[in-house]
């Protein structure tokens, strides 16, 4: 961002590349913060063609656009690409950004392996994408590469292996540099506990990350060797079990999800006090319930495997882990509702994100809930419901956060107040062609409309219809975002070094935008 | 201790946690069979004990469909007969018969099928081919039985049952697990 740039401040001994250089060789935390963000975004909207894609072959049923092969493999694609290309990405942008100026830091822990860990991303990212040209295509077994069909499958597969291990490579890197510079540089009097939320929820994923993304890493391997190497670990016919493959993947897939969400509820809890003008209630035990998520979050895997075969001591005990998640996530619903109770309560563009991150990600906790029930998780497995809840949770609860918090933090990144009506108009298409794509999925899939299958049943006609509608509204209202962002770096009115009447942490002592390297003397926190 | 020793402390601890987290997801290979082991789960590869005398119900038939299949190795695998009519708790016999069409060598495995699926929370097998590989000479013919009973518990609902195998070409590097659990028969 050109901004940033020209309102360094001149360091005697700071000599900058400038152009392509100072991007490629840069350890500056809000430099690699800002190339998270854009790169997932790029990723966001490559993801949302794949969606808008699949969409458009089910406008109506039969087969129009695309054939059955490579339907699979857009669903598969979607699902990758935007879960380690545009989510979490855009979770450690914020981090980079966010997390040295909010506790007092100048920096990251390790600038150089921050630096590293973002350029791992576009070269994974250009094999992941780029199996679509290899012989048989990109993978097309889900997201979730199960064998025995991801053993089966063309050197496409392979591809997508080693983009796997690069990002999960980049992840842990990420992590490590987090936690270390939450643990070791926080300003003097910044104990842990009267740390902004964000970096908590932050410091908790982190660790999350590096406990099962090693995992992840080893389960892809294991698949690597039985495609290449004559190893037998998920092969039947060689004593292997492809089931194992899903309890392994699941031990790191069932983490992953709340990898995805703790910071987005991090982003939350910075926004609705600042627009509430009051604390957040009950800071203490927001700590202890994201910790809680995060503990429950490693024992309830096998909550994805219900119908793969498992004994009914084994589903119960799944069952009502899987359950006991909803308290401490209504902990956090309802802290953040009595944060706004009889709060001086404003309702700018990141709060209008919050309050809808707040509906509609309940909203698909509670699906998640009603999915955890194991009867009738048999009944929806693998059904739109699925599909329905998984993306309350993830497009309204991740992505609302990030764009909650993009608009939230933008002013003090640009020195710049974004437009605020064109801010509304976003989020209000956004909710409302997000409600219109998925909401009407939920009846699809409690009808029984099977997902990643190019075609249906007639009866299915009309939802599909609405379904498809609302996701190109929402995937066109996405273009408004990147408007307004563009508008937002170019210029528009000065910002204040407190964007926000309400903020209260560090950040917002700095002035808008904060200079290249800031809080080199440590505030004192009292 | 200086900021920069003391990230790289958490650098290094944090680096070891992330390589033993690494060995966690391969230590889970041997950790998942051990618990199918002891539940009893997922048991392919061992025959069946039968813990009590069980009752024959002489009231009851249930078809017996079998059924053979071979994925990608030049075996004709066919069953003697296609189907038997069984009581539940009787125990029966059937005979399974593989022809290696081929001049070379192969070691096969044969993986079983049950439809309904329940069919496997009933069915016992006191003996069968299935257990160990199979090392097929040169144009080799076999005949290798399977000694079944279907347990009393089956649904009244179920009449016809359908015992599929399937057999598979092994390597000459088969795996160790493979070759543990036929060792231990």
């Known amino acids: 961002m050109a901004a940033v740039h020209d309102h360094d401040i001149a360091h005697a001994h700071d000599h900058h590349p400038t152009g392509l250089m100072r991007w490629l060789t840069s350890t500056n935390h809000k430099d690699i913060g800002t190339m998270y963000l854009w790169f997932s975004f790029i990723m966001f909207l490559t ?6 894609t699949i969409r458009a072959e089910l406008f109506q049923p039969g087969l129009q656009i695309v054939n059955p092969e490579f339907f699979n493999q857009l669903t598969t694609m979607h699902g990758l690409v935007m879960i380690f290309g545009a989510i979490m990405p855009a979770f450690v942008g914020f981090a980079n950004w966010q997390v040295p100026m909010m506790i007092g830091a100048p920096d990251m822990a390790f600038a150089r392996m921050n630096n590293w860990s973002f350029w791992l991303l576009p070269p994974a990212a250009l094999l992941l994408l780029g199996s679509f040209f290899a012989p048989g295509g990109a993978p097309a077994g889900g997201w979730t590469i199960y064998p025995p069909l991801s053993v089966q499958m063309g050197m496409g597969m392979d591809m997508a292996i080693f983009a796997i291990h690069i990002l999960g490579a980049s992840s842990i890197m990420g992590s490590i540099n987090i936690i270390t510079t939450i643990l070791n540089m926080r300003a003097p009097g910044m104990t842990l506990m009267k740390m902004p939320m964000f970096v908590w929820t932050w410091l908790i994923t982190a660790y999350l990350l590096v406990l099962v993304m090693p995992v992840l890493a080893g389960a892809v391997t294991m698949l690597l060797t039985d495609r290449n190497f004559g190893t037998n670990f998920f092969n039947a016919a060689g004593g292997g079990d492809p089931v194992m493959f899903q309890h392994i993947f699941w031990f790191f897939g069932h983490p992953e999800v709340y990898i995805m969400i703790l910071p987005a509820f991090g982003i939350v809890s910075e926004i609705i006090p600042t627009f509430s003008r009051k604390p957040l209630f009950g800071y203490s035990s927001m700590v202890y319930a994201t910790a809680s998520i995060a503990i429950l979050s490693c024992i309830v895997w096998a909550h994805h495997m219900f119908t793969a075969g498992m004994p009914v001591t084994g589903q119960l005990f799944f069952m009502y882990a ?10 956090k619903v309802f802290n953040w509702t009595a944060t706004m109770w009889r709060g001086s309560m404003s309702f700018e563009t990141p709060m209008l994100f919050a309050i809808g991150f707040i509906f509609l990600f309940t909203l698909g906790g509670f699906s998640g809930v009603v999915c955890a029930i194991v009867p009738i998780d048999i009944q929806v497995q693998d059904t739109y419901y699925v599909i329905a809840h998984f993306h309350y949770v993830l497009v309204s609860g991740a992505l609302f956060a990030i764009f909650g918090g993009a608009y939230y933090w933008l002013p003090k990144w640009t020195g710049h107040m974004y437009d605020e009506t064109l801010g509304k108009w976003h989020f209000w298409l956004s909710m409302f062609f997000f409600n219109l794509a998925f909401f009407v999925q939920h009846f699809l899939g409690l009808a029984g409309m099977p997902r990643r299958i190019p075609d249906y049943a007639l009866q299915f006609a009309d939802f599909n219809m609405i379904s498809t509608i609302g996701a190109f509204g929402f995937g066109l209202s996405q273009l408004l975002f990147l408007y307004v962002v ?11 070094a407190k964007s926000w009447e309400g903020a209260t942490s560090l950040e917002w002592t700095l002035p808008s935008p904060p200079p290249y390297h800031s809080f080199e003397t440590p505030p004192v926190i009292r | 201790m200086n ?13 070891i946690f992330t390589v033993i987290m690494f060995g966690f997801g391969f230590a889970l290979v041997p950790f998942y069979e051990k618990i199918c082991e002891v539940t009893g789960l997922n048991n392919l590869l061992q025959a069946d004990t039968l813990t009590e005398n069980t009752q024959v119900d002489t009231a009851r038939w249930v078809t017996v469909e079998l059924d053979a299949n071979t994925h990608g190795l030049p075996w004709q695998f066919k069953p003697l007969q296609s189907s038997v009519r069984v009581h539940p708790g009787e125990l029966t016999q059937v005979v399974y018969e593989v022809r290696n069409n081929s001049d070379r060598e192969i070691n096969g495995q044969a993986i079983p099928s049950y439809s309904p699926q329940l069919l496997g929370k009933y069915l016992k097998k006191l003996e069968c081919f299935c257990f160990s590989k199979q090392v097929l000479k040169p144009r080799e013919v076999r005949q290798m039985p399977v000694q079944f009973l279907i347990e009393p518990g089956l649904p009244d609902d179920i009449n016809t049952v359908t015992i599929s195998y399937t057999f598979f070409e092994l390597g000459n590097d088969n795996t160790v697990s493979l070759d543990i659990s036929a060792s231990q028969l």
């Open chain 1, 47 to 52: 993801g949302g063609v794949m969606a808008l």
């Open chain 1, 322 to 331: 899987t359950m006991l998640i909803a308290v401490p996530t209504g902990v």
């Open chain 1, 486 to 496: 563009l508008k937002c770096i170019r210029g528009g009115a000065k910002s204040p």
């Open chain 2, 3 to 15: 900021v920069t020793e003391a990230n790289s402390v958490v650098l290094r601890k944090l680096l």
